[in-house]
């Protein structure tokens, strides 16, 4: 018995000569990251609340990149947990910037507004959606009916296009793990990091309408992220997801649009005016530590 715990004694004690003086591995925690964002949506879930409907109306990304530069304070100092394996901090994003360009089409209540006709369809009925009395305007209908409505819709959503662009910083905790601290070779570098952040951003909705005019609207956009990478040495790679909603005002400041009012809210969606925009992201990051 005395000889066995004299080895495992000896055991912890070699282990633990591996990590003496091996703090080196939690350097490098300044750095940028650009970010690749593969999906983003706008969505505002109110749409139709007048009719008492509230089908959400949603824009997905076409692409998207994003920018951060930050740093991440670990404690404690010099080596860290069970055996130089484990830090706890705070990661602070000292500037965050994102660019969004949505698709053209819209989905409203989940159906891709694409195929126009199907989806006021899907949405008010037939005998609604096929009346060309209930829209202002000369929408070209000829004989077929149904052409008529294809011609409206590759009209009307022909110029239609949405961007995003959102500023701002972030702070959150951060959990790193260096799982193979106790190795003797460049494998000990290896870390995972986990973090989460609170992201106060200015972001601003820019939309291009029907008659081909920009409007724009902007909001104090408090948004959540959660994420992590892996890091060895000067390099990580790694996903995170965001989420965030506002209430976007106007700032356009030029004339109001003549658009009837005969779909309910798509006025004000169109206009950017007063709207309860949701965004939800996910994005593959890439990025460089000091």
Sequence with gaps: MKRLLLAAACGLAAFGAYSQGDASIWKNNKGITVGFITHQSLTNDDFMEELGMKLPFQYN????????????????????????????????????????????????????????????????????????????????????????????????????GNMQVQIGMGVGPSVSIAPLAHLDNAARFLRVNIYGHFDPQASVVISKDYQGDLHGSWAFLPTWDFGGNIQWKNFVVGVEGRWGSAKYSDISGGDEMDFDDDIPGLSDIVRSNKVSWRNASFRVNVGFRF
Excluded: C, H, Q
Aim: a negative charge.
């Design 61 to 160: 990304s076409s692409y998207g990149f994003g920018f951060t530069t930050g740093n991440t304070y670990l404690w404690p100092k010099g080596e860290g947990w069970a055996g130089n394996r484990i830090k706890v901090g705070v990661d602070v994003r000292w500037f965050d910037v994102s660019f969004v360009k949505y698709n053209k089409y819209p989905k409203i209540g989940g159906v891709d507004l694409k195929n126009f006709v199907g989806a006021l369809d899907d949405i008010f009925g037939p005998e609604y959606s096929r009346a060309p009395g209930d829209f202002d305007g000369d929408w070209g209908w000829g004989e077929d009916e149904d052409d008529g409505y294809d011609d409206f819709a590759d009209d009307f959503m022909d110029k239609i």
